[in-house]
């Protein structure tokens, strides 16, 4: 059986796309350069507006590490309030305490308030001291679905050891999905070796700014930071061939 695709993305013509071309389910982010955070309502909105894939929603207030203060925390808490207003399907969220664990009376709080949207365990595991004890932590926690994880490298292919030895401890208790750097090239042997039923991929592309003046002496984002005048957007064709391979 194929796995389900479900597609990382930070845009309204991203997930048209994404649903054109086989996706079974979104991750919806802003600051995909920092790895996502939080989208705006307005965005969470017209996605569920335009498309009828289920939508999960990143909770994290700003790029960087996963340990948060009270305030930080608090954004997330409401975060989750506004996700439930606009009816969206999930949300994905992850906190670790300084040492490295999971801070297991914060992510329960926030599995909490999230009831009864699905909820995944983001790559803030892949940050984590203890990859097999966090396991047990975020399964001992209950009411998470999955855990998004690369097996604790840059990407799901180097971590692909640590990815088949989470799922067979996993052992059906919850589901491991494997994510980053996942391509058409290598999405077979992740899958197959790790009995993946669930993928996460980007599948980015880009699309040429529609601005006609260009300003070559300024731009919104730090020294480095995205081209000011190519968008990054899900590309069909590579999304697609990912999906074919099944």
């Known amino acids: 059986m194929a796995p389900v695709f479900e597609v990382c993305l930070d845009s309204v013509a991203s997930a ?15 600051g995909l350069m920092e790895g996502g955070i939080t989208p705006s309502a307005g965005l969470i909105a017209t996605v569920k507006a335009k498309t009828s894939l289920p939508v999960m929603v990143m ?11 009270d305030d930080e925390f608090e954004g997330m808490l409401q975060d989750i309030k506004l996700c439930h207003s606009l009816n969206v399907d999930g949300v994905v969220i992850g906190v670790l ?14 599995v909490d308030a999230a009831q009864p949207m699905l909820v995944t365990f983001h790559r803030a595991f892949d940050m984590v001291k203890d990859p097999f004890q966090a396991l047990e932590d975020i399964i001992e ?3 998470i679905q999955r855990i998004l994880t690369s097996g604790c490298e840059r990407s799901a292919y180097e971590g692909l050891d640590m990815l088949v030895e989470l799922s067979k401890r996993a052992d059906g208790r919850i589901i491991i999905m494997p994510g ?21 991929v980007g599948a980015g592309g880009t699309q040429e700014s529609k601005m006609e003046f260009r300003n ?17 957007i899900t590309s069909g064709s590579r999304l697609g061939a990912m999906i074919q391979k099944f």
């Open 16 to 30: 048209i796309i994404a649903e054109k071309n086989g996706s079974k389910r979104i991750e919806l982010c802003a």
């Open 59 to 69: 909770i994290r207030p700003r790029g960087g590490d996963f340990c948060y203060d």
């Open 97 to 110: 305490l300084p040492d490295g664990s999971v801070d297991k009376a914060r992510v329960k709080r926030l």
């Open 141 to 143: 926690i209950g009411g």
């Open 180 to 200: 980053a750097g996942i391509t058409d090239r290598n999405v077979n042997k992740i899958v197959s070796a790790m009995n993946a039923t669930e993928v996460h």
């Open 216 to 232: 070559p002496y300024c731009s919104m984002g730090y020294a480095i930071s995205a081209p000011e005048y190519s968008l990054r």
